[in-house]
């Protein structure tokens, strides 16, 4: 359908403009939401007792660490975050921290295995009892129940669970969401900066080609389409960090129940999704990707059919009729 065969130019101008606007609001709403998700946990707030920053967007909660063989009961309380791992133990003695970060950032070297032996040390548990022996049929148990239940083949590398894949997708959704937005102040002010700059496969390259003269008179169509590529590559990180981000929180809770399992009968660690951060993720897609159908919308109105005339509706245009050589006019 061509929209524009209905719309006069000025109200095709309004309506591209406030789309605009309402894609570049949405990026900022978008962006917002998930860069709480990406620093959520990566902070200690001071009081009492000590916590972690925005405690319920942790991606997955659960309970660890148990003193000794002879108690049930868990001493601190986990969280995986996008960007961190963090623990909080509210009745620490004096002397101990009650809350701390063991990983935060890139973690590219971190496994949640390594995480627990750290807060153990700094929990001051023997060393005899976390420093267990490699899995395999002819070792000793491990003097802790908890530690022995993570003594297994499948945590001997670290937990498969890669926490700076989503670390990395996150911030690729920022990245390019962040360059959405600037991308709006380069292309009234200076369009040449986006020109196509490939060596190789030149003929696929959505960005415009030419000299600085000829971009600087491209028309609304020409950056409507560079617009529309950049705004849906966007979305589709949005999407990636969010969905890639569920699967891991998935399989987490998933991993989290094989070891309860070598757990003695009683005692379980409470592991359970907290959906806060998936939500958000998901939101700030929803939006993102809303901003890249209003793209889509813009690209449609600013097309120019041929025999537009500005300030006319195609519907009213007419032929010319050019006069035969009798003097007849001409009919189709």
């Known amino acids: 359908m061509n929209l524009n065969r209905y719309i006069s130019k000025v109200t095709r101008k309004g309506i591209s403009d406030a789309l605009l606007i309402l894609a570049v609001i949405g990026s900022v709403i978008s962006i917002i939401l998930v860069f709480i998700v990406f620093i959520a946990g990566t902070t200690i707030i001071r009081g009492d007792p000590d916590h972690l920053l ?26 995986w975050y996008a960007s961190s791992f963090g623990w909080e133990h509210p009745t620490a003695p004096r ?54 239940a993570w003594r297994s083949f499948m945590a001997s590398g670290g937990l498969p669970i890669r926490s700076w894949y989503v670390w990395f997708t996150i911030v690729w959704a920022l990245y390019l969401g962040t360059a959405d937005i600037f991308r709006e102040w380069i292309i009234p002010n200076r369009p040449h900066w986006i020109k196509c700059r490939c060596f190789i496969g030149k003929r696929w390259c959505p960005l415009p080609k030419g000299s600085k003269e000829e971009i600087e008179q491209f028309d609304d169509y020409v950056w409507d389409k560079v617009r529309l590529y950049y705004w849906a590559v966007s979305a589709l990180f949005f999407g990636i960090a969010a969905g890639h981000t569920c699967l891991n929180s998935v399989m987490f809770v998933r991993y989290l129940a094989y070891f309860e399992e ?23 897609f929803g939006i993102k990707t809303f901003g890249a159908l209003c793209m889509v919308v813009r690209w449609k109105l600013s097309r120019r059919p041929k025999g537009w005339t500005d300030g006319q509706n195609l519907g009213r245009i007419e032929r010319s009729k050019p006069k035969s050589a009798d003097g007849g006019q001409y009919t189709d």
Request: hydrophobic residues 40%; neutral net charge.
């Open 54 to 79: 925005w405690k319920p967007l942790a991606l997955v909660s659960f309970e660890g660490i148990i003193p000794n063989n002879d108690t049930s009961r868990f001493l601190v309380k986990l969280n």
């Open 95 to 148: 002397g101990l921290p009650k809350a701390g970060i063991t990983s935060s950032g890139l973690r590219y070297h971190s496994t949640i295995v390594n995480d627990l032996h750290e807060i153990a040390s700094i929990l001051r548990l023997p060393e005899d009892s976390v420093n267990c022996p490699r899995p395999g049929p002819y070792e000793d148990p491990c003097g802790n129940i908890f530690f022995e």
């Open 262 to 284: 070598r757990l003695p009968d009683g005692i379980n660690m409470h592991g359970r999704r907290r959906l806060a951060s998936e939500i958000l993720l998901w939101v700030a």
